[in-house]
């Protein structure tokens, strides 16, 4: 990998009329295909919710990273942005004028022309692979995945698929602040998460050197990396889980659709044409109040009414979803619980009830939904109707 950036470097800069006392300058830690430098990978899309500038947000701290005579860190970027994202031209300008600053020169290095062939050799090439998108807008992070199977490290925001990988010991994580958050602010708190681990974790750990030349706790890591994530991160289990999560569930599902003449088939569509007319009129209301402690050996019991607009109990779900709030104070789900059909109240209501065991101590939220459901259905939320209580 050194070896070609090396090339495409030099070639860039004897294209564009550098000298060459500036070309060993801006190369001098990349020359030597085997030279010890702590490198970093940043190459994807510059779309800007990636942020592919966010480490430059205190210029003199990073200069101090880097440049740190006993111990060099490279920075690589590469990428594109598309022809009409001019914020993401932006972006690559800003990061090649910081590669072409003295302070940094050699330091930053902005490759051209990213392509696959050059990304196959950044993702097994680099010690560390770079990602902080503003969360929660990351997709997946598939170039991660690449490089952690070839035992680089990741330094990502928990978000995408690190979210899911990150287990404390095979890279590092920057955690975000939730979206409630001014946008400046969660970028300022983020770079100096980003800039604190760097300096406090990931140099220190590359150039912390044993008695036989290298960190052992690096290579640990690494393949921790490579351990943790292949298994899990690859393109065979994908594909067993669309084959039986979804194709195979959905030729079961058509199977039964398709029988007698698409008798189920019929019989879903006209089920789903009253659910749609009567859902404006349903509505759900707590019955009685609910306790304020429950004790360990004794049950929570809760009970609903519920207007269904002309549907039975049958062509519904009352689920109690238990879950905690976090420190920004968002619900995070913990189990779902069914009510059951529980008899008829005044005016053609319906009545459901739960007695849940409490198996946990501690504070707990509970929210109460109900939604349409139909043995026929291919997921439990296929209609898109919802009511919470």
């Not at 910081?98 to 902005?110: A, E, M, N, T, V």
């Not at 929660?136 to 991660?144: D, I, K, Q």
Request: with cysteine; proline share 6%.
């Amino acid at each position: 990998m050194l070896r070609d950036v090396h090339q495409r470097v030099v070639a860039r800069m004897r294209r564009n009329g550098c000298s060459e006392s500036l070309i060993r300058k801006a190369t001098r830690y990349i020359d030597e295909p085997d030279r010890d430098v702590l490198v970093l990978g940043f190459a994807r899309r510059f779309a800007t919710y990636k942020r592919a500038t966010l480490m430059f947000a205190d210029p003199d701290r990073l200069k101090r990273l880097l440049t740190d005579p006993k111990r060099p860190v490279v920075v690589i970027f590469a990428g594109k942005a598309h022809p009409q994202d001019e914020p993401g031209q932006q972006l690559i300008k800003t990061i090649h004028d910081f590669s072409q600053h003295p302070d940094f020169i050699g330091h930053i290095i902005l490759l051209e022309n990213y392509d696959m062939a050059l990304a196959r050799k950044l993702v097994s090439g680099v010690d560390v692979w770079i990602n902080n998108p503003e969360y929660p807008l990351e997709a997946c992070g598939t170039s991660g995945q690449k490089a952690a199977i070839n035992g680089v490290l990741n330094l990502s925001v928990l978000d995408g698929w690190w979210d899911e990988g990150y287990n404390g010991a095979n890279g590092w994580a920057v955690v975000p602040h939730e979206p409630h958050y001014d946008p400046g602010y969660r970028y300022r708190e983020e770079a100096a998460d980003l800039i604190n681990i760097l300096e406090s974790e990931v140099v220190p750990a590359f150039y912390e050197r044993g008695t036989l030349g290298y960190s052992e706790r690096w290579i640990r890591m690494c393949r921790e990396s490579m351990w943790s994530i292949l298994p899990q991160f690859n393109a065979q289990r994908m594909v067993l889980d669309y084959i039986t999560k979804m194709y195979r569930p959905a030729i079961r599902g058509h199977e039964v659709l398709m029988r007698e003449n698409a008798r189920g088939a019929r019989e879903l569509a006209a089920w789903k044409r009253v659910v749609r007319d009567a859902w404006p009129n349903v509505s759900l209301r707590l019955i009685g109040e609910v306790p304020a402690a429950v004790s360990c050996d004794a049950p929570l019991s809760l009970e609903v009414e519920a207007a269904l607009g002309g549907l039975g109990a049958d062509d519904v779900r009352v689920e109690l979803v238990l879950g905690e709030r976090d420190e920004a104070g968002a619900f995070r789900v913990v189990s779902r619980h069914p009510f059951s059909p529980a008899g008829e109240a005044a005016g053609g209501r319906c009545r459901f009830g739960l007695s849940l065991p409490m198996l946990n101590c501690g504070l707990m939220h509970f929210k109460v939904c109900i939604y349409p459901y139909h043995p026929l259905l291919a997921h439990p939320y296929e209609m898109g109707c919802m009511k919470w209580l």
